[in-house]
């Protein structure tokens, strides 16, 4: 993997055969990265996403085998048990030009991946919520819409 940072950016091509959760994980890891957004471009093999399924607070996988284009790939970072944790949505493209997505399990690089990552200079981290059933992200602030009408 070749990578750049400027701008409090980095700049990061994942190589062909990469796994990408896996080594996005690992490269916030080794960089000190406890919270971020991406975004990222290029073409996947062997997709596994997964929708929410709120009632049975479980994930419903779904793999999709061959070369995607990704349309789109955006996410962010934040700690889990005091690693890093990426949470990542998809849109794929196939070669009839029909559009699939959903939560990122994982996926290996087809071609190549880019990847914007900006680093946040606060950690975030995430919190397990009984009710919702994932670990969601645990922000200081809280506003309210009311607080809005006040200003």
């Not at 190589?15 to 990265?33: D, N, Q, S, W, Y």
């Not at 290029?42 to 009632?55: K, N």
């Not at 196939?94 to 200079?121: C, K, N, W």
């Not at 995430?126 to 309210?144: C, K, M, Q, S, V």
């Amino acid at each position: 993997m070749r990578y750049l940072y400027s701008d409090n950016r980095y700049l990061i091509a994942l190589p062909r055969g990469a796994r990408v959760r896996e080594t996005l994980t690992a490269f916030c890891a080794a960089k000190g990265i406890a919270a971020g957004t991406l975004s990222a471009l290029g073409a996947l093999r062997d997709v596994r996403i997964a929708f929410y399924d709120l009632d049975a607070k479980e994930y419903l996988e779904d793999v999709r085998e061959g070369d995607h284009e990704v349309l789109s790939l955006i996410g962010n970072i934040a700690l889990v048990e005091g690693a890093p944790f990426l949470h990542a949505h998809v849109v794929l493209g196939d070669r009839d030009m029909r559009a699939y997505g959903g939560h990122l399990v994982e996926a290996e690089v087809a071609v190549t991946l880019e990847v914007a990552l900006t680093p946040l200079s606060e950690k975030v981290s995430r919190a397990y919520d009984e009710e919702i059933g994932l670990n969601l992200l645990a922000l200081p602030e809280e506003f309210t819409p009311e607080e809005e009408g006040n200003r």
